[in-house]
């Protein structure tokens, strides 16, 4: 009875499975299918050309499509066996509404999608040269980065529609870090057309696809950097330079080994009116480039405007250092020493005449007339660029005292 049993499911599988193939292959039972995001592609760009036109936006790039047919043949169809597309070639400058055509494989229906037209917007073309940037991605190990050496091409040409090329700031060729090695290689690199933000701007058409690019690994360290200046002003400001004090070269290890020390051009510091921000320009041995993170040094030049102020002090203020006891000293008829001071505005409009002593050293003096150096020692809160007295020495004489 159990053998029986066992017969009869399995001759029941066997008639399902042969009344599945017969309803699959021969009634062939229909379905639908949702074909999501099916691009939607522009044909006869080149006709547009043509006529010294491009398209600059349409307002849609996709579409959604349901199709229906047999259960074998929806289950054989790939996202590419359906595409949508606009035909250019009698669009005119504006804005357009185009239709959209679909194709299916044969068998197969469209029955229902999210769109019949689009909005294509037509403009005169355009076409203007722009850089190539060439940027790397990806991380260099620590002291390594990449050396462009060189570029089949600097500049190239890009054309497209008015409003699109407008906001064109540049080209990008970009190299994965892990291409680079130690041997200097070509690698061809796909170009990309970017606005100032860095951002891709599709849509545009480039005089060529690729470029070359000759780039090798490279090292990398820090020397020291001096800034010479230049300053032939006639007035009395201070000018200051202040400047970064290293810089990280990087190139093929033979040269950048030799390298310790390099010297910028000078910085020209001459009638500077204000503080400023200025470019500093190193000079580089062949082989060599600054590192990526070094490539726009700035130094600041400070002006800080210089005046003078003179007081005036007569004998009676001139104090004696290393007096005799047995001596009297008298300084000439009429004696005035005048003090000069140079510094900063605002440190010289805050001194006082009471912050300056002048003394002279008459330890070493004897009997007679005599010549000696006057000392300015000013306050030590006082800084000052320069103290200078005129005269610089004041007569003296020194006799003996009445009795000795």
Same mark, same amino acid.
């Given at each position: ?20 193939? %017969? ?112 940027? %790397? ?8 980065? /990449? ?16 409003? *699109? ?68 002003? /006639? ?33 020209? *510091? ?20 600054? /590192? ?18 003179? %007081? ?89 005292? /009445?009795?000795?």
């Amino acid at each position: 009875m159990l053998n029986n049993r066992k017969f009869r499911i399995a001759l029941a599988l066997v008639i399902a499975v042969v009344l599945w193939l %017969y309803v699959v292959g021969v009634v062939q039972p229909s379905s639908t299918k949702q074909v999501r995001g099916v691009p939607i592609t522009m044909t006869h760009t080149d006709v547009l050309a043509e006529r010294g036109l491009a398209m600059s936006g349409q307002s849609a790039d996709s579409m959604d499509i349901e199709i229906s047919g047999s259960v074998l043949s929806l289950n054989e169809i790939s996202a590419s066996d359906v595409t949508a597309t606009v035909d250019l070639a009698s669009a005119t400058k504006g804005e357009n509404e185009m239709s959209v055509v679909v194709r299916v494989p044969s068998g197969i229906t469209v029955t229902d999608r999210s769109t019949n037209k689009v909005i294509v917007s037509v403009e005169a073309i355009t076409t203007k040269t722009v850089d190539v940037n060439v940027v %790397y991605t990806g991380t260099f190990a620590e002291g390594e980065e /990449a050396l462009t050496l060189h570029t089949s091409r600097a500049k190239i040409d890009v054309s497209g529609a008015e409003s *699109l090329i407008s906001i064109v700031d540049s080209v990008r060729a970009t190299i994965d870090a892990n291409r680079v090695g130690e041997e200097a290689t070509d690698i061809s690199c796909q170009l990309q057309a970017l606005n100032k933000e860095g951002t891709i701007v599709n849509g545009v058409l480039l005089s060529q696809e690729s470029v070359t690019v000759n780039t090798v690994l490279s090292k990398s360290k820090s020397v020291e950097l001096r800034i010479p200046t230049v300053d032939e002003s /006639a007035d009395d400001a201070e000018r200051i330079l202040t400047g970064p004090e290293q810089v990280t070269i990087t190139g093929r290890a033979d040269a950048v080994n030799k390298i310790n020390r390099l010297t910028a051009e000078p910085v020209t *510091l001459t009638d500077i009116a204000s503080s400023r921000e200025v470019p500093v320009i190193v000079n580089l041995p062949e082989g060599v480039a600054l /590192a990526a993170n070094n490539q726009e040094l700035k130094a600041e030049i400070t002006v800080t405007n210089m005046i003078e102020r003179s %007081y005036t002090f007569t004998a009676k203020d001139i104090k004696l250092a290393g007096e005799s006891k047995d001596l009297n000293y008298q300084f000439a008829e009429g004696t005035q020493v005048i003090v000069t001071l140079r510094g900063k505005r605002e440190l010289i409009n805050g001194i006082t005449r009471s912050s300056i002593d002048i003394s002279a050293d008459v330890s070493a003096l004897t009997a007679g007339e005599n010549a000696q150096e006057a000392v300015v020692i000013a306050d030590p809160g006082i800084d000052v660029t320069s103290i200078v007295c005129n005269p610089e020495t004041v007569n003296v004489k020194v006799t003996a005292k /009445a009795g000795d």
